[in-house]
């Protein structure tokens, strides 16, 4: 087989133009589906965890996000065994200074400053900045991308009022800090808006969500039916989930992507498909001649059929191979691109997504070579050689 | 003198096989395009339709959506008096206090569960928004009844006539279904608002007011009123434009979808190019006839991009066709704005085959220009040698 390579590099090179153009159209097909498949695989099944996030659940109400639960709920939570820590994470919303102007956006959470640094390891600020933020009650941090935003520096006095709680808070930036996976937020402590609240509000002692923290990766499944089944008879039964499921649910927001993707994928292939198809029987027709003279030489049916074969399989593959370069330039762009959805954060061409482009490139040769490929290599001899084109 | 386009439409019959492969490659790519713009304007059209331009929604100042907005029966009892505000044939104003909020539903497409708008509401409010009834019957006050969307009936196995639901403090009977039209509210579950308020502990923690003016010209000084009122706190605005805001929604599923079909526009032409060279090649001896006959390059050139446009034509009408069956097919999106699903049915209007076609004609424009130059270049006889 490999006796034949020469020829087969030689034959795939006889029309240039052609032969780069299938390449660049299979190549840009190829780079939209390996993109398309790593999205798929990023949205519905994350990237790698780390091994903080894989200890994370969120509790909130079974009925959903925008019904509240006793803040009471948050001690029995840490009493659960499995559990090594718990936090408020509440919602807080409300607008900084335009609240119209969707750039104003981003996510506001009251937490527990000095748990916060707990369940999230990997929010990364120097010590003293954490120091300031535990004692200071009116500081908050933010993350680097929402500062750069907003061009603000530690000192920077920042007002959010307040929509769903009825208060206007003025806070201190103290710290900048660095996370890929705690999203791009403003936290601030729980206290300074607990007190703010006028002391007969029933919003002082109610809760959105809380952030557990499990001992091991092993207790997550247990902690999460523990803590559902603590409360399955309350006024507010919960839900707990884990943080990747928590993630992945926002994904269901975008529409029924999952089914998107998989269409997109199918008519992409199909259209590789074509133009190979397409491609193959044009030079193939343009060569019957030629086939009849490499039978005189003595070439069989099944070496021809081989040549022809191996030639798309050949254009498919450089198209396969560019095709991924050019995918995996741009997740690296999308990775660095500011986007809602932490679940893109991850997306990258895997070596089982280059295999699988791979393979379906080289199928694709295959296949859109079979039908002309053959019936050039049962053609006779002379009917090949008399055939005008 | 121009070539007649039958020499072109001819040619592309002949070569069937070729002619279909790319043309069905462009359509794939048309179609592609299409299904997501049909998307995009049957969002639109949900969202467009939802809301009388006559009527004003009032949320606390600050809140740009009924979900985190707050209002109180005070505040709803200072401002149903004002000017300008609609009555109904018993002299009451058309003003309807409401309380919004999301529950998860286990959706057809989702099973681990979506968003849902719960909206409870008075008499007035269903009376104020041109609803029918398509199954069972209204709610009645004060009972743990809801009526659901005709789409929510339809995405949502627990959500039909006859079941029940649980939220709040227990079971909810499900007893009837409505139908808004296009709107929204096809998408969402009403109640009664003493009733639903009292399950969430949010007697006085309502979300919004609705407002029907005396006519549409009234509504801008209703609108200033409402907002210059220091004692309220609030913001008004046409419920219109509230729910117009919400069509970018849409925006992350539209900005993939043209970008996929980019990309594969690209390729498309890169396909039609190729069709478009292997063509001038197999006819070289013809094109030498022609200029023998006394055509000129110029109609020569302009003959085989002619071919191109009717070969991507034929790919962008067959696009069209594929997306067709799409038409009226219901599928949901959430919007951060409500934090809930809407349901809407694609949309596939005159207008975006239009731009299918035209998208299929560029695709076919870009693939022809080169091939049909060099086609016109061609020394005549050269041409006539070429086998």
Same mark, same amino acid.
């Given at each position: 087989?490999?006796?034949? /390579?020469?020829?087969?590099?030689?034959?795939?090179?006889?029309?240039?133009?052609? =032969?780069?153009?299938?390449?660049?159209?299979?190549?840009?097909? *190829?780079? /939209?589906?390996?993109?398309?498949?790593?999205?798929?695989?990023?949205?519905?099944?994350?990237?790698?965890?780390?091994?903080?996030?894989? &200890?994370?659940?969120?509790?909130?109400?079974?009925?959903?996000?925008?019904?509240?639960?006793?803040?009471?709920?948050?001690? @029995?939570?840490?009493?659960?065994?499995?559990? $090594?820590?718990?936090?408020?994470?509440?919602?807080?919303?409300?607008?900084?200074?335009?609240?119209?102007?969707?750039?104003?956006?981003?996510?506001?959470?009251?937490?527990?400053?000095?748990?916060?640094?707990?369940?999230?390891?990997?929010?990364?600020?120097?010590?003293?900045?954490?120091?300031?933020?535990?004692?200071?009650?009116?500081?908050?941090?933010?993350?680097?991308?929402?500062?750069?935003?907003?061009?603000? $520096?530690?000192?920077? @006095?920042?007002?959010?009022?307040?929509?769903?709680?009825?208060?206007?808070?003025?806070?201190?930036?103290?710290?900048?800090?660095?996370?890929?996976? %705690?999203?791009?937020? &403003?936290?601030?402590?729980?206290?300074?808006?607990?007190?703010?609240?006028?002391?007969?509000?029933?919003?002082?002692?109610? %809760? =959105? =969500?809380?952030?557990?923290?499990?001992?091991?990766?092993?207790?997550?499944?247990?902690?999460?039916?523990?803590?559902?089944?603590?409360?399955?008879?309350?006024?507010?039964?919960?839900?707990?989930?884990?943080?990747?499921?928590?993630?992945?649910?926002?994904?269901?927001?975008?529409?029924?992507? $999952?089914?998107?993707?998989?269409?997109?994928?199918?008519?992409?292939?199909?259209?590789? /498909?074509?133009?190979?198809?397409?491609?193959?029987?044009?030079?193939?027709?343009?060569?019957?001649?030629?086939?009849?003279?490499? @039978?005189?030489?003595?070439?069989?049916?099944?070496?021809?059929?081989?040549?022809?074969?191996?030639?798309?399989?050949?254009?498919?593959?450089?198209?396969?191979?560019?095709?991924?370069?050019?995918?995996?330039? *741009?997740?690296?762009?999308?990775?660095?691109?500011?986007?809602?959805?932490? %679940? *893109? $954060?991850?997306?990258?061409? =895997?070596?089982?997504?280059?295999?699988?482009?791979?393979?379906?490139?080289?199928?694709?040769?295959?296949?859109?070579? *079979?039908?002309?490929?053959?019936?050039?290599?049962?053609?006779?001899?002379?009917?090949?050689?008399?055939?005008?084109? | 003198?121009?070539?007649?386009?039958?020499?072109?439409?001819?040619?592309?019959?002949?070569?069937?096989?070729?002619?279909?492969?790319?043309?069905?490659?462009?359509?794939?790519?048309?179609?592609?395009?299409?299904?997501?713009?049909?998307?995009?304007?049957?969002?639109?059209?949900?969202?467009?339709?939802?809301?009388?331009?006559?009527? !004003?929604? !009032?949320?606390?100042?600050?809140?740009?959506?009924?979900?985190?907005?707050?209002?109180?029966?005070?505040?709803?009892?200072?401002?149903?008096?004002?000017?300008?505000?609609?009555?109904?044939?018993?002299?009451?104003?058309?003003?309807?206090?409401? +309380?919004?909020?999301?529950?998860?539903?286990?959706?057809?497409?989702?099973?681990?569960?979506?968003?849902?708008?719960?909206?409870?509401?008075?008499?007035?409010?269903?009376?104020?928004?041109?609803?029918?009834?398509?199954?069972?019957?209204?709610?009645?006050?004060?009972?743990?009844?809801? !009526?659901?969307?005709?789409? +929510?009936?339809?995405?949502?196995?627990?959500?039909?006539?006859?079941?029940?639901?649980?939220?709040?403090?227990?079971?909810?009977?499900?007893?009837? !279904?409505?139908?808004?039209?296009?709107?929204?509210?096809?998408?969402? +579950?009403?109640?009664?608002?003493?009733?639903?308020?009292?399950?969430?502990?949010?007697?006085?923690?309502?979300?919004?007011?609705?407002?029907?003016?005396?006519?549409?010209?009234?509504?801008?000084?209703?609108?200033?009123?409402?907002?210059?009122?220091?004692?309220?706190?609030?913001?008004?605005?046409?419920?219109?434009?509230?729910?117009?805001?919400?069509?970018?929604?849409?925006?992350?599923?539209?900005?993939?979808?043209?970008?996929?079909?980019?990309?594969?526009?690209?390729?498309?032409?890169?396909?039609?190019?190729?069709?478009?060279?292997?063509?001038?090649?197999?006819?070289?001896?013809? +094109?030498?006839?022609?200029?023998?006959?006394?055509?000129?390059?110029?109609?020569?050139?302009?003959?085989?991009?002619?071919?191109?446009?009717?070969?991507?034509?034929?790919?962008?009408?067959?696009?069209?066709?594929?997306?067709?069956?799409?038409?009226?097919?219901?599928?949901?999106?959430?919007?951060?704005?409500?934090?809930?699903?809407?349901?809407?049915?694609?949309?596939?209007?005159?207008?975006?085959?239009?731009?299918?076609?035209?998208?299929?004609?560029?695709?076919?424009?870009?693939?022809?220009?080169?091939?049909?130059?060099?086609?016109?270049?061609?020394?005549?006889?050269?041409?006539?040698?070429?086998?």
């Amino acid at each position: 087989m490999f006796r034949y /390579l020469p020829l087969i590099l030689k034959s795939s090179m006889r029309n240039r133009r052609r =032969s780069a153009l299938t390449v660049a159209s299979i190549a840009v097909s *190829l780079c /939209l589906l390996s993109v398309l498949m790593a999205m798929y695989h990023a949205l519905f099944y994350g990237g790698e965890q780390t091994p903080a996030q894989a &200890l994370r659940l969120i509790t909130h109400s079974k009925v959903g996000l925008a019904t509240a639960m006793p803040y009471s709920f948050l001690n @029995k939570i840490r009493a659960v065994p499995g559990v $090594k820590d718990a936090m408020l994470w509440q919602w807080f919303g409300g607008s900084y200074k335009d609240a119209r102007d969707q750039k104003n956006f981003f996510a506001r959470f009251a937490v527990e400053p000095s748990r916060l640094f707990n369940i999230y390891p990997e929010v990364e600020m120097p010590a003293d900045q954490k120091r300031a933020f535990e004692q200071l009650r009116t500081a908050c941090i933010a993350s680097d991308t929402v500062a750069n935003k907003f061009g603000w $520096k530690i000192g920077e @006095k920042i007002i959010i009022v307040g929509d769903i709680f009825p208060v206007t808070l003025e806070f201190t930036l103290v710290g900048i800090y660095h996370s890929d996976t %705690a999203g791009d937020a &403003l936290f601030f402590n729980k206290d300074y808006m607990r007190e703010s609240l006028p002391a007969t509000s029933p919003m002082r002692d109610i %809760a =959105s =969500s809380f952030e557990v923290q499990a001992e091991t990766p092993a207790d997550v499944p247990r902690v999460q039916q523990a803590i559902d089944a603590m409360f399955e008879n309350s006024p507010q039964p919960t839900k707990t989930e884990s943080e990747r499921a928590f993630q992945l649910s926002f994904v269901a927001f975008l529409g029924n992507l $999952k089914l998107f993707l998989m269409a997109i994928c199918g008519a992409v292939t199909f259209t590789i /498909l074509l133009v190979s198809a397409n491609t193959i029987s044009m030079s193939v027709r343009e060569r019957v001649r030629e086939v009849g003279v490499l @039978k005189t030489l003595g070439f069989t049916p099944a070496a021809i059929l081989g040549l022809l074969i191996g030639e798309a399989a050949v254009i498919a593959a450089i198209g396969g191979l560019l095709g991924m370069g050019a995918a995996a330039l *741009l997740c690296t762009g999308v990775r660095q691109a500011p986007t809602g959805i932490i %679940a *893109l $954060k991850t997306l990258e061409i =895997s070596p089982a997504i280059a295999i699988y482009t791979l393979l379906i490139a080289l199928s694709i040769g295959v296949v859109s070579s *079979l039908i002309p490929a053959s019936s050039a290599s049962r053609t006779s001899i002379l009917d090949s050689l008399r055939y005008s084109g | 003198m121009a070539i007649p386009a039958s020499y072109n439409l001819r040619n592309l019959v002949v070569r069937k096989t070729t002619t279909i492969m790319t043309a069905l490659g462009i359509a794939l790519t048309v179609a592609v395009l299409l299904s997501v713009l049909a998307l995009v304007a049957g969002l639109r059209t949900a969202f467009e339709s939802t809301g009388d331009p006559a009527q !004003v929604l !009032v949320m606390r100042k600050g809140a740009t959506a009924e979900l985190n907005s707050g209002m109180t029966r005070a505040v709803f009892q200072d401002m149903k008096f004002k000017q300008g505000i609609a009555v109904d044939a018993n002299r009451q104003p058309l003003a309807s206090l409401e +309380i919004v909020t999301v529950i998860n539903l286990a959706s057809v497409d989702s099973p681990a569960g979506m968003n849902v708008t719960l909206r409870g509401l008075l008499p007035v409010g269903i009376q104020m928004r041109h609803l029918s009834i398509l199954q069972g019957r209204w709610f009645q006050t004060g009972h743990r009844e809801v !009526v659901v969307g005709k789409n +929510i009936a339809k995405r949502y196995p627990g959500a039909q006539l006859g079941k029940q639901l649980r939220f709040g403090k227990g079971l909810w009977d499900v007893v009837g !279904v409505m139908d808004g039209g296009q709107s929204a509210v096809n998408s969402e +579950i009403f109640g009664d608002l003493g009733q639903v308020s009292s399950d969430f502990d949010r007697q006085d923690g309502l979300s919004s007011v609705l407002l029907r003016a005396t006519d549409t010209a009234t509504v801008p000084a209703l609108i200033n009123s409402l907002n210059d009122d220091q004692r309220l706190n609030v913001d008004a605005m046409t419920e219109r434009s509230y729910y117009e805001s919400q069509t970018n929604s849409g925006a992350p599923l539209q900005f993939l979808g043209i970008f996929v079909s980019i990309i594969m526009a690209v390729g498309s032409s890169f396909a039609a190019m190729n069709t478009m060279y292997a063509s001038v090649a197999r006819r070289s001896k013809e +094109i030498g006839t022609l200029r023998v006959l006394g055509f000129s390059r110029g109609s020569i050139l302009l003959s085989f991009f002619l071919e191109s446009l009717l070969l991507s034509l034929f790919g962008g009408l067959l696009g069209c066709i594929l997306v067709l069956p799409l038409n009226g097919i219901t599928t949901g999106i959430g919007s951060f704005v409500t934090f809930s699903e809407i349901a809407f049915n694609f949309r596939v209007t005159p207008q975006i085959m239009i731009a299918g076609v035209l998208f299929a004609l560029f695709m076919g424009a870009v693939g022809g220009l080169f091939p049909a130059r060099m086609a016109a270049k061609k020394e005549i006889l050269t041409a006539l040698r070429e086998i």
